[in-house]
């Protein structure tokens, strides 16, 4: 039986806020192949933080790169392909971090095959493993309709997307935002938005981008919807 709002209003979205604690690992390299083999034993969390961190740091531009170990190979090695290979590894092309970080070590073998000196970076411009720990805060917040979407999602800050948008599918066991979740107990009637709001690139968008683009969705969807009933 189809899901109405009407017996869903004791379901709203609790929204959460976080941040990011950085962690030194005490690992680092200092050439390309001693970046290969600490990609192999690593802790999960690094990958996912050399990835995703960035996102939470406070930037007046966008970085050129978007995850460290790119902008390690352009900066640090000077190697300009290395760089531009692993610029265009997409995180969210892959389910677990674990096939993240075979990716990342098949990219750099491959590299280190093809070159016949092994890449180094100055002393000085070594490759530091990070990891981190977030911290969740509650907003006091909730939306109680997907109605209110367009209304709530532009004052939402963009480290409460993060955790909604971003970090949620790490959480999830299905791989989906909170949005998206919570729009699936409603049944079919927001199929359509949640098909929209799965479509959005999260990766290679800013989270100013992104909080645009979920508002834009949602404004266009919501408003042709209450204009249908």
Request: hydrophobic share 40%.
């Amino acid at each position: 039986m189809k899901k109405t709002r009407k017996n869903q209003e004791s379901l709203p979205l609790l929204v959460k806020d976080c941040a990011l604690v950085t962690i030194a690992t005490g690992i680092r390299a200092q050439n390309l192949r001693e970046l290969r083999d600490k990609l192999e034993t690593v802790h999960p969390s690094s990958i996912y933080y050399h990835f995703w961190g960035h996102r939470l740091a406070p930037s007046f531009d966008q970085p050129e790169f978007n995850n460290d170990f790119a902008a390690w190979a352009r900066h640090g090695l000077h190697d300009y392909v290395l760089a531009e290979r692993l610029a265009v590894v997409d995180p969210t092309d892959f389910a677990t971090l674990e096939a993240l970080r075979q990716e990342l070590i098949e990219v750099i073998e491959e590299r280190l095959y093809e070159s016949t000196l092994v890449p180094w970076a100055k002393a000085d411009q070594q490759f530091y493993f990070k990891r981190s720990k977030i911290v969740v805060f509650d907003t006091k917040q909730q939306i109680a309709d997907p109605m209110l979407l367009p209304q709530m999602l532009p004052a939402l800050s963009l480290s409460s997307i993060f955790y909604h948008f971003i970090d949620a599918r790490r959480r999830a066991p299905e791989g989906i935002d909170d949005f998206s979740a919570w729009l699936d107990a409603y049944g079919e009637e927001y199929a359509v938005l949640r098909n929209e709001i799965a479509s959005i690139d999260l990766y290679f968008s800013t989270m100013s981008e992104i909080r645009e683009k979920l508002v834009q969705v949602c404004t266009m969807r919501l408003s042709s919807q209450g204009e249908a009933v």
